[in-house]
């Protein structure tokens, strides 16, 4: 198994920007890959907005993985297509991976799932808006960490989640480390940032953050 992924997060309505990472992830990657949007997919828009934003990186990928942000409509799902997966609390499975999210600012954790995850042994891919507390991933100005310790002690306590992905915070575009879980933390597409990433057969993570305005 190997899974190739395209992660964006705070899109925030941006279009053409979100257009252009789009075609540059797609001369990168090469091969068909996954998305996984780490939420503010728009900017207080309405579902409509957010539903032509994921039929645009339809275009590119069959399959997408999303939270809800702090700044995405909460209502109306189901006006969304099914080809997308909104996965809050609602786990899916692809490659012998299981993505679970857990969106908005103040994400609410289901232990329950989380449980039930680890004893049958799933691999799991934690999609969250907020990033765990005290990581590369949850710095914001003057150094301060402003991410979820609840999402923090979901990874420590729970060894099978093995990649932890989300934004939110601007300032902390980074893949790092808490434990053995790798922590992604791609940047704001506003901002021209993606990240891109390869899971082998061991669930090793492998990527790389990219801004466009850098490529060329």
Request: charged share 20%; aromatic share 8%; proline share 5%.
């Amino acid at each position: 198994m190997v899974l190739r992924a395209l992660i964006l997060a705070d899109i925030h309505s941006q279009k053409i920007t979100l257009e252009n990472i789009l075609a540059k992830a797609k001369e990168v990657i090469k091969k068909p890959f996954t998305v996984l949007i780490a939420g503010d997919i728009t900017n207080f828009g309405s579902i409509e907005n957010m539903s032509s934003l994921l039929e645009l990186v339809s275009i590119y990928s069959s399959q997408i993985y999303f939270v809800f942000g702090n700044c995405d409509p909460i209502y109306d799902l189901e006006k969304l297509q099914t080809s997308f997966f909104h996965v809050e609390s609602n786990p899916q499975r692809l490659e012998g991976i299981t993505f679970v999210g857990f969106g908005s600012a103040q994400p609410k954790i289901n232990k329950k799932i989380l449980r039930k995850l680890e004893k049958n042994a799933e691999n799991v891919c934690l999609l969250t808006h907020v990033p765990p507390y005290g990581t590369g991933a949850d710095l914001a100005s003057l150094n301060r960490h402003v991410g979820s310790r609840e999402i923090r002690k979901a990874i420590e306590t729970h060894p099978n989640i093995f990649l932890s992905v989300s934004g939110h915070i601007h300032e902390s575009p980074t893949i790092s480390f808490l434990g053995d879980c790798c922590i992604i933390n791609p940047g704001p597409v506003t901002q021209g940032n993606f990240a891109v990433i390869e899971i082998d057969e061991n669930c090793a993570v492998q990527g790389k953050i990219y801004n466009i305005h850098e490529m060329k």
